[in-house]
């Protein structure tokens, strides 16, 4: 007889450990946002995103289709959390007022540097080692309006060579993988010390705490 270990959990976020990814999108007055979001998820050669209907990275997909979607390694965890208080909307909706502020140059904000895309405007984030142009192909609003499905067609696929499988077209994952969220647990140095990244909604945020035995 195998006993049950399973309990009834009722979590607050339905995510259970996936990539981070910043995308960046074209404003209105021609600038760049830049946004991480942790809903993408791949099919064939499409790209699915899940966006918050409110997130400038919303409105500049309705209005101007293309994209890059620049998956971040894990040591660019802090400019991601740099990333996570900001918002490309101005006026800053109600609704984010509390936790977010307007941030017109995301990438000087979070220490990262714009490079020109081949095909797409937005530029791609160079130091994220996977960069996809695409261009999204459907909103589909959900959650009772709270969110889009955004279905994206990669147009072009941007590697860094020492994470492609030599003479190949693949990602080698022993030799990379992408920043993984919303929760990793990391030991340090020392007895019983842990470093907890814990992430919730939006934003990505950190503890560090002793943990003793």
Known sequence: MTTDTHRVIRPSILYFGTPVVLLTTENEDGTFNLAPISSAWALGQHIVLGLGSESQTARNLAARSELVINVASPELWEQVERLAPLTGADPVPESKRAVYRYEPD????????????????????????????????????????????????????????????????????????????????????????????????????????????
Not at 121 to 145: F, I, N, W, Y
Not at 160 to 185: C, F, K, M, N, Q
């Open 106 to 213: 995301k990438f000087a904000a979070a220490g990262l540097t714009p490079t020109a895309s081949h095909i797409v405007k937005p530029p791609r984030v160079a130091e994220c080692a996977l960069q996809l142009e695409a261009r999204a192909r459907a909103l589909t609003p959900g959650g009772a309006g709270l969110f889009f499905s955004v279905e994206c067609e990669v147009l072009r696929v941007h590697a860094d060579e020492s994470i492609v499988v030599p003479g190949t077209h693949h990602i080698d994952p022993a030799l990379w993988s992408p920043l993984i969220y919303p929760r990793t647990v990391t030991r340090r140095a020392g007895p019983g010390a842990w470093r907890e990244r814990v992430g919730e909604g939006p934003h990505m945020t950190h503890v560090t705490y002793d943990r003793t035995p």
